[in-house]
C-alpha cells in the first residue's frame, strides 16, 4: 500500500501575532515553529497502518512551505514515516487553499497513492478546505473530520461526526482522500534512535515549478489583532423600565432621537 500524509508546519498559538508590513499576513519573527496539532493525528494512522500491513506498505510525508518546514518532515520521519518531500516554497503561507491543494495535487497525480491522510484543519489559517480540495483535483472519494478508522480486507470503515455530536459510519474502497481531527488516535512521541535516524535522512526537495501552482482563489488582506468586544449592558425591570431603558442607550448612541423619530 502507498499511503500519503500531508503535514503543515505552523507556529505556536501561544506565540504573538503581529501583522506583517503588507498587512496579509502575521509578521513571522519571533515565533516558534511546530507540526500542526491536526496533522500529527494524520502522520500517527499512517503510521499505524503501515505497521499492521508490515511491510506491504509505504508512508511518505509531505509538507509545502520554506526551508524552515523540513524540521516538520523529519519529526514525521521519527514518527514513523519511510520518506519525506518537501516542496520548497517560501511564499506557501500566504497561499490560499487551493493553491496549496494544487501543489499536494501535482505531486500526488501519477504516483499511485491508495491513501491520502491529511489534517482536518491547520490550526493557523482554520480554513478546512485543503484535503477536500486535493480529493477534488485528484477526482479522489473523502471523508473529513474522522475520528475512528479501521482497515480490514482490502477495505477501510470510517467513522467521523455530524453536528450535535452524532457520528457516522462509512465503508470505503482506496483510493480515498481522509482527514483527521482529534480523538482518532493518540499521536506517538519519537524515540531518541528514531529522531536521530530522522536527522540523516535524505529528503526530496521539489520546486514549486515541479508541481501544478494553480492561480489563487481567494487573497488575505487586513489582517488585524483582535478587537475585543464592549462591554456588555444589563437591563433589569420591569418592562416599561426595561423599554425606556432601550430608548435611553439608543439615544445615546445616536441610532434615534427621541425628539424626531428614527436617524
Known amino acids: 500500500m502507498n499511503i500519503l500524509v500531508c503535514i503543515k508546519q505552523v507556529p505556536d498559538m501561544e506565540g504573538k501575532f503581529v501583522p506583517n508590513e503588507a498587512g496579509s499576513w502575521f509578521d513571522e519573527a519571533g515565533l516558534a515553529w511546530k507540526m500542526n496539532e491536526y496533522d ?21 510525508a509531505l509538507s509545502i512551505g520554506p526551508a524552515r518546514a523540513v524540521e516538520t518532515i523529519r519529526k514525521a520521519l521519527a514518527m514513523g514515516c519511510d520518506d519525506g ?34 489534517g482536518m484543519q491547520s490550526e493557523d489559517r482554520g480554513s478546512a478546505q485543503v484535503g477536500v480540495l486535493v480529493a477534488e483535483q485528484l477526482g479522489l472519494s473523502s471523508v473529513t473530520g474522522i475520528t475512528a478508522f479501521e482497515w480490514l480486507d482490502g477495505s477501510m470503515t470510517v467513522e467521523s461526526e455530524l453536528e450535535g455530536g452524532r457520528k457516522y459510519r462509512l465503508r470505503l474502497k482506496p483510493p480515498v482522500l481522509l482527514t483527521c481531527q482529534p480523538g482518532l488516535n493518540t499521536p506517538r512521541y519519537p524515540t531518541l534512535p528514531n529522531i536521530m535516524k ?66
Do not use: C, Y
Open 85 to 118: 518531500v518537501h516542496i520548497d516554497d517560501p511564499d506557501a503561507p500566504q497561499r490560499d487553499p487551493w493553491q496549496i491543494a494544487s501543489m499536494i495535487a501535482g505531486f500526488a497525480a501519477g504516483r499511485g497513492f491508495d491513501l491520502i491522510f491529511t
Open 198 to 263: 530522522s536527522k540523516r535522512a535524505a529528503l526530496a526537495v521539489l520546486s514549486q515549478e515541479s508541481v501544478s501552482l494553480d492561480s489563487p482563489k481567494v487573497l488575505s488582506a487586513n489582517f488585524r489583532p483582535h478587537e475585543p468586544n464592549a462591554a456588555g449592558v444589563i437591563l433589569e425591570g420591569d418592562v416599561d423600565t426595561l423599554a425606556s431603558q432601550v430608548l435611553d442607550l439608543l439615544e445615546a448612541k445616536g441610532f434615534i432621537s427621541t425628539q424626531g423619530g428614527v436617524r
Open 40 to 60: 500529527a493525528f494524520a502522520v500517527e494512522e499512517a503510521v499505524r497502518l503501515k505497521e499492521q500491513l508490515g511491510g506491504g506498505a509505504r508512508v511518505t
